[in-house]
Structures are given as C-alpha cells and as structure tokens.
C-alpha cells in the first residue's frame, strides 16, 4: 500500500490519499476506515478461494512483459487472442506490463512479445489468472459477499485500480472492489492521477520494496519512501524532519 501525503500530525504521517495494489487495496480502505479489520480479513479470504476455484489449476496463465509500451502490448494480446483469452493484467509502470489469461494464449502472446523487441518476457509463478476476464466468475461471487458487509464512507479517499480515479463513497467502492477481480489494473495511471492532483511524497507501508520501486519509474520526481520495521519508520520520519 502506498499512503501519499501532505502533512504530518503528532511524528506520525497524515496521509491524504491511500492507494493499494491489487490485494492491497483491501488494506488501503481498511486504512481509510472503509472496512474494519475483521471485515476485511473475512473478504481477502473469500476473494482468494473464488479467485482459485474460478480457473482450474493449470488453465492460466500470468507474464510480465518488460521493455514494450502499451499500445505494442495491447496489440500482442489482441494478436494472440485468437488461441484464447488473453489481455493486459496490470499496468505497473513504463515499460512494466503484466498480461493474463488462458495459458496456451498467454504463451503465444510471450512469443511475439520476444519477435516485437521485448527486452523480457517472464512467466509468473502464480496459480491464478488474476484481472482478466476468466475472474468474471469470481467477481460474481464476491459481489454478494461485498452486498453483505458493512463499508464506510472513507476518511481519505483512494485512487482505484480499476478506474484510476478518486472515490471514497461506501457506493462507489462496491462496483470498484467487483470490477478490480476481473478489469486490468491501472497503477501507473493511478500514480500518475496522484500526482497530477499535487501528491509528492509517497510512503509504502509492509515489507518490501516493490510498489516503490514502481512509484520511482513513474513519479521521478517524487519523494518515494517506505515503512516496513521500526528501523525504516525511524528513517521514514527522519525524512520527512519528524
């Protein structure tokens, strides 16, 4: 999750917006008070098992496609598309795209993204097909799932995945929570639409560095920092002079 930030508040960080990575997201409305912790603990776990019963194991497919743009991945996929179910997944940063689908087209999409000039085409060791088409089911499931739980108004708002926009209203995050399982996952637009709103320093919260490391290839000009132990908070709040 990135929390991106415009003040701070008793040595702790006042974020203005939240942001969350696919799962993340999740946390990032849990942060923003949208869901409570239990809540959210019980819909991540039933997300999981429908994402997982949705495809049988060996049916799909994910890969990272590195060193393309977007309209030469697109129009790989489209290509390829005529083996099967194959698209664009997620969209992480300049020259960073992740497609998905049934495996036998997803491998032919590897294929002519190696013949069109990818720098790398690199299979993903995951067990599901994630925001494509084949999660449709899934969504479905986890439709009535979202019908049944409490979520707030948010404190803060978040910029979505599958829009790239701003919401904080408990009725828009229930469309956007569906549609997310199942429509590409737009973060270089979201960190791009934070930024453009005057966002300029982002922090990530939980272990690792990824989500920074694809801010940083986005925002180059952004203050991009994490928070994963007390050693990276006390530096975290070093930097921002806490």
Request: net charge positive.
């Amino acid at each position: 999750m990135h929390l991106s930030c415009n003040g701070c508040k008793r040595r702790g960080l006042a974020a203005g917006a939240a942001a969350g990575h696919s799962l993340g997201e999740y946390t990032a409305i849990t942060a923003a008070v949208g869901f409570d912790l239990k809540g959210a603990l019980a819909l991540v776990q039933k997300r999981g098992r429908y994402r997982q019963e949705a495809v049988p194991e060996g049916v799909g497919l994910m890969a990272a496609i590195l060193g393309m743009d977007r309209a030469a991945v697109e129009k790989t996929c489209l290509e390829a598309s005529k083996n099967g179910i194959v698209a664009p997944a997620n969209y992480n940063s300049p020259g960073q795209i992740v497609i998905a689908g049934e495996k036998n087209a997803v491998e032919k999409a590897m294929e002519l993204a190696k013949a069109a000039g990818a720098k790398r085409v690199v299979p993903l060791a995951v067990s599901v097909p994630s925001h494509c088409s084949l999660m449709m089911q899934a969504g479905d499931r986890l439709a009535k799932e979202l019908d049944a739980v409490t979520i707030r108004d948010l404190r803060i708002p978040i910029v979505n995945n599958a829009d790239a926009k701003f919401i904080s209203t408990s009725a828009e995050l229930r469309p956007s929570l569906i549609r997310q399982i199942s429509s590409s996952l737009y973060w270089e637009d979201s960190i791009n639409r934070m930024t453009e709103e005057g966002y300029d320093t982002f922090v990530e919260i939980g272990p690792g560095k990824v989500l920074s490391g694809l801010v940083k290839r986005i925002a180059k000009g952004a203050k991009v920092l994490n928070v994963e132990d007390q050693k990276s908070m006390g530096e975290t709040l070093g930097a921002l002079g806490l």
